[in-house]
């Protein structure tokens, strides 16, 4: 199994521009997550996806979309780069039917650069 | 590689120490905690979890311990490798809610020959 994968691995985008960020994983999982991790602040949520077919906001979602493409698959969109949304992004997903606790699993990061 | 935090607290231990780091969490609503490790490039990596109703839960040489009253958690390590070398992190989980983790500013441990 590999997990949770992600894509690309680094990114380079000029401010307005746009791109998505591709997650994937292989453990049946029925919740995905995307976080930004930045130096001094931690993981913060930006979406997440309780389900297939439900998405919700987390705690910094402005400047992001998503999409739960199906029960694998949870994109990260960013319509129009900022520098602000330079950072290192984090998918990662986990079984919790009914709120049944159980750890994240990460992918190893997509870090974007937002000149 | 590239740092994940600038300005985390930092644990240096000699190989074949013992580590204990800490993590104080903010709700004492919180009923099932994490410790996880990240390695420079990384993503972070599940090390054990406890829940609210245990005080104590032991992995392959590492033991989190649990203390509601004053609500606070470590994560111990025995004998100390230099590949245990890294950030780590603890994360909580308020009931109720949405099973939302909050994460702690993470802990540098840097593990000396």
């Known amino acids: 199994n590999a997990g949770v994968t992600q894509t690309p691995k680094f990114q380079v985008l000029k401010t307005g521009q746009s791109m998505t960020l591709q997650c994937a994983q292989d453990m049946n999982h029925n919740s995905m997550y995307w976080y930004r991790q930045d130096p001094g602040m931690g993981l913060r949520l930006i979406y997440y996806s309780a389900s297939e077919g439900t998405t919700d906001k987390g705690e910094v979602p402005n400047g992001y979309n998503v999409s739960r493409l199906n029960k694998r698959e949870f994109s990260l969109r960013l319509e129009s780069a900022a520098p602000s949304q330079t950072s290192v992004y984090f998918c990662?997903?986990?079984?919790?039917?009914?709120?049944?606790?159980?750890?994240?699993?990460f992918g190893n990061g997509t870090r974007l650069t937002v000149t | 590689g590239e740092s994940v935090g600038l300005h985390l607290p930092t644990l240096s231990v000699q190989e074949g120490d013992n580590s204990i780091i800490n993590c104080a969490y903010s709700?004492?609503?919180?009923?099932?905690f994490i410790w996880y490790k990240q390695e420079s490039g990384k993503g972070p990596q599940f090390i054990i979890d406890?829940?609210?109703?245990?005080d104590k839960r032991q992995g392959q040489r590492v033991t989190v311990l649990l203390n509601k009253t004053v609500k606070h958690l470590s994560l111990q390590i025995a004998a100390t490798q230099p590949g245990d070398s890294a950030v780590y992190f603890c994360?909580?989980?308020?009931?109720?809610?949405?099973?939302?983790?909050?994460f702690g500013a993470g802990t540098r441990l840097a593990v000396h020959p």
């Open positions: 990662a997903s986990r079984n919790d039917p009914g709120g049944h606790r159980s750890p994240l699993h």
């Open positions: 994360a909580e989980t308020v009931s109720g809610g949405y099973n939302k983790l909050i």
């Open positions: 709700n004492s609503a919180s009923d099932y």
């Open positions: 406890i829940r609210s109703n245990m």
